[in-house]
Nanobody, 121 residues
Framework: VQLQASGGGLVQAGGSLRLSCAAS????????VAWFRQAPGKERDFVAV????????DYADSVKGRFTISRDNAKNTVYLQMSKLKPEDTAVYYC???????????????WGQGTLVTVSS
C-alpha cells in the first residue's frame, strides 16, 4: 500500500490543522494506521494510532486532548485533527500502516513521505 500524507503548513500557536493520509494500491481498511513525527535533530516519535475499524485509538501523552485521529475507510484516508497547537508540535509528520496495533515505529511496514507542520509562537 502507498501512503500520501498532506495538510501540513505554517500555523500560529493555538491554531489548528488537519493532516490527511491517503492510501492507494490497496484498501486501507485492513490496516492499523498511526501518525509519527520527527522534529529537527530528534528521533521519530509516536503521536497517535487507530485500529483498522477506527473503534480503538491511542495518543501520546503530549497530544492527548488536543489531537484526534480518525479514519474514513470508504475514502481510504486517515486524518489527524490537531488543535491548540504549540511550537513544540513543529515537526515532519508521517503516517504509517501496519497489520499490528502498536506505537512502535519499527513495527510499521508502510510509510508516507511526511508533511511539515510549523507552529510559530
Amino acid at each position: 500500500v502507498q501512503l500520501q500524507a498532506s495538510g501540513g503548513g505554517l500555523v500560529q500557536a493555538g491554531g489548528s490543522l488537519r493532516l490527511s493520509c491517503a492510501a492507494s494500491g490497496r484498501t486501507l481498511s485492513g490496516y492499523v494506521v498511526a501518525w509519527f513525527r520527527q522534529a529537527p535533530g530528534k528521533e521519530r516519535d509516536f503521536v497517535a494510532v487507530t485500529s483498522s475499524s477506527g473503534r480503538i485509538t491511542d495518543y501520546a501523552d503530549s497530544v492527548k486532548g488536543r489531537f484526534t485521529i480518525s479514519r474514513d475507510n470508504a475514502k481510504n484516508t486517515v486524518y489527524l485533527q490537531m488543535s491548540k497547537l504549540k511550537p513544540e508540535d513543529t515537526a515532519v509528520y508521517y503516517c504509517a500502516a501496519s497489520a499490528r496495533y502498536s506505537s512502535t515505529s519499527t513495527l510499521y511496514d508502510y510509510w508516507g513521505q511526511g508533511t511539515l507542520v510549523t507552529v510559530s509562537s
